[in-house]
């Protein structure tokens, strides 16, 4: 069974950084792209940023020139560095990754951005 475990949320004063890590819990052959959604109080989950397996990244938005998603192909884990936090930031945080044919999610992680 494949798990997303994902690390690194938490509590940040607006301007300030966190990074959140999203590992896959075993070794697995065939990752599509790894990414980042987020959902808000009484709103929809969106996409945050996606790295394809061959480096291709992409944003949304709101989060262009402030967030920068890599990764580490050897342990099967994906970053998403998080600078200049902003309030509206404010979410839980959800890895998600295609792994051959299969989706998966993890469990979500708290980023609270507050004064």
């Known amino acids: 069974q494949v798990h997303l475990v994902e690390s690194g949320g938490g509590m940040a004063r607006p301007g300030e950084s966190l990074r959140l890590s999203c590992a896959v819990s075993?070794?697995?052959?065939?990752?599509?792209?790894m990414g980042w959604y987020r959902q808000a109080p009484g709103k929809e989950r969106e996409l945050v940023a996606r790295?394809?397996?061959?480096?291709?990244?992409n944003y949304a938005d709101s989060v262009k020139g402030r967030f920068t998603i890599s990764r580490d192909t050897a342990k099967s884990t994906a970053y998403l560095q998080m600078n200049s936090l902003k309030p509206e930031d404010t979410a839980v945080y959800y890895c998600?990754?295609?792994?051959?044919?299969?989706?998966?999610w993890g469990q979500g992680t708290q980023v609270t951005v507050s004064s």
């Open positions: 998600n990754a295609l792994l051959s044919s299969s989706d998966y």
């Open positions: 790295i394809t397996a061959i480096g291709t990244t």
């Open positions: 075993r070794s697995v052959f065939g990752i599509v792209y």
